[in-house]
T-cell receptor
């Protein structure tokens, strides 16, 4: 069954610590995205990647980093420079094949909820 | 003014009611309009998307776009308790552009 797997479901970060959120997809999608969801706000784009070994900053990239070494994987690191990391983080993917959509995320994982200790 | 606005709700309706969920937007260049459904503690799922103006129907769901008023709607007929979720509208200028999401409307369908 194809989909996106995010882990862990819950994560706690200590002061000064970097943490990495995992995102794996088996949909063979080219594009992958990281969004942050805060109460009362729309999803905000952190980073996206259209192809392996290439990624672009979104609207709120400061304090975050990503890598895209494999098509299936797009991990997000929340660094200590991100002063307000408490949020629900969502990974998504998309494919233009058969949909006419390319930039629009079509499949989402079930998220990682990050909190500060 | 935010680019995309939605009434956050919560909206509570009895089972079987027709539900109308709405978004307004400020950027007249938007051409792609999406609706996502998000259950509690889950990721969103893409329900429907439309291009430009007009209606699109899929089962009990109808998406409507009125570009002259910068207003989009999602109608749910014969609402079910399983429709209880947060509904996010989203839009973009082209199929390759960044998507702008609304904050979502929380819907509760009471049996």
């Amino acid at each position: 069954d194809g989909g996106i797997t995010q882990s862990p479901k819950y994560l706690f970060r200590k002061e000064g610590q970097n943490v990495t959120l995992s995102c794996e997809q088996n949909l063979n999608h080219d594009a992958m995205y990281w969004y942050r969801q805060d109460p009362g706000q729309g999803l905000r784009l952190i980073y996206y990647s259209q192809i392996v070994n290439d990624f672009q900053k979104g609207d709120i990239a400061e304090g975050y980093s990503v890598s895209r070494e494999k098509k299936e994987s797009f991990p997000l690191t929340v660094t200590s420079a991100q002063k307000n990391p408490t949020a629900f983080y969502l990974c998504a993917s998309s494919s233009s094949r058969g949909t006419g959509l390319m930039g629009q995320p079509q499949h989402f994982g079930d998220g990682t909820r990050l909190s500060i200790l | 003014q935010k680019e995309v606005e939605q009434d956050p709700g919560p909206l509570s309706v009895p089972e079987g009611a027709i539900v109308s969920l709405n978004c307004t937007y400020s950027n007249s260049a938007f051409q792609y309009f999406m609706w996502y459904r998000q259950y509690s503690r889950k990721g969103p799922e893409l329900l429907m998307y439309t291009y430009s103006s007009g209606n699109k129907e899929d089962g009990r769901f109808t998406a409507q776009v009125d570009k002259s008023s910068k207003y989009i709607s999602l109608f749910i007929r014969d609402s079910q308790p399983s429709d209880s979720a947060t509904y996010l509208c989203a839009m973009s200028v082209t199929s390759y552009d960044k998507v702008i999401f609304g904050p979502g409307t929380s819907l509760s369908v009471i049996p």
